[in-house]
């Protein structure tokens, strides 16, 4: 089975901090991703990548971003954080199109961050 | 712009009786709409997937119904569980390295 692993499920920062929000896949997979979900508002996504070094900008990147070293890890950090960015964080990782499943995209389990 | 448009909101449903989630999309070149289910605590999951060459499809108790023409595309739980309570996520995309564009999600409780 795909593990998408979130090293920090709960986090409490104060506001101003960096923060940094680790994942790791274990699938080989090219592309991730990262999403924040807020009630009423779904999964909104902030940046994702396709491949090591590589970064693109999602719907709300502002106040984000990312790091992709090494094609299993992919970091979301907040330069500064804020108490709007309170919230639950995942990641995601998908393999190539064309590939087995490879539209389906495989979540982590969150990480709720709370800034204060 | 909201490319994927999810509802109802929430969805309280009997235990035994059928639940549907409906969205709607706005752009054409879409052509993958898969559905998320996520239990509490839980990142969400694969549910069930639809291309538009095909009208329907069903995997056990869900089934999806796809409407090219007025582009929408619909998920009906059948015999509906309290197992079944969580948010579901319906979800569009462009084949290839496109990311996903999600709905706002439907928070569906079946009660016994």
């Known amino acids: 089975d795909v593990k998408v692993t979130q090293s920090s499920r709960y986090l409490v920062k104060r506001t101003g901090e960096k923060v940094f929000l680790e994942c790791v896949q274990d699938?080989?997979?090219?592309?991730m991703f990262w999403y924040r979900q807020d009630p009423g508002l779904g999964l909104r996504l902030i940046y994702f990548?396709?491949?090591?070094?590589?970064?693109e900008k999602g719907d709300i990147p502002e106040g984000y971003s990312v790091s992709r070293e090494k094609k299993e890890r992919f970091s979301l950090i907040l330069e500064s954080a804020s108490t709007n960015q309170t919230s639950m964080y995942l990641c995601?990782?998908?393999?190539?199109?064309?590939?087995?499943?490879?539209?389906?995209?495989?979540f982590g389990e969150g990480s709720w961050l709370t800034v204060v | 712009q909201q490319q994927v448009k999810q509802s109802p909101q929430s969805l309280i449903v009997q235990k035994g009786g059928i639940s549907i989630i409906n969205c709607a999309y706005e752009?054409?070149?879409?052509?993958?709409f898969p559905w998320y289910q996520q239990f509490p605590g839980k990142g969400p999951a694969l549910l069930i997937a639809?291309?538009?060459?095909?009208s329907e499809k069903k995997e056990g108790r869900f089934t999806i119904s796809f409407n090219k023409s007025a582009k929408q595309f619909s998920l009906h739980i059948m015999d509906s569980q309290p197992g079944d309570s969580a948010t579901y996520f319906c979800?569009?995309?462009?084949?290839?390295?496109?990311?996903?564009?999600f709905g706002k999600g439907t928070r569906l409780s079946v009660i016994a």
């Open positions: 639809i291309r538009p060459d095909v």
């Open positions: 995601a990782s998908k393999g190539m199109p064309g590939t087995g499943r490879g539209n389906t995209i495989y």
């Open positions: 752009n054409t070149a879409f052509d993958y």
């Open positions: 699938m080989d997979h090219e592309n």
């Open positions: 979800a569009a995309a462009i084949s290839g390295n496109t990311p996903l564009v």
């Open positions: 990548s396709y491949d090591v070094k590589m970064k």
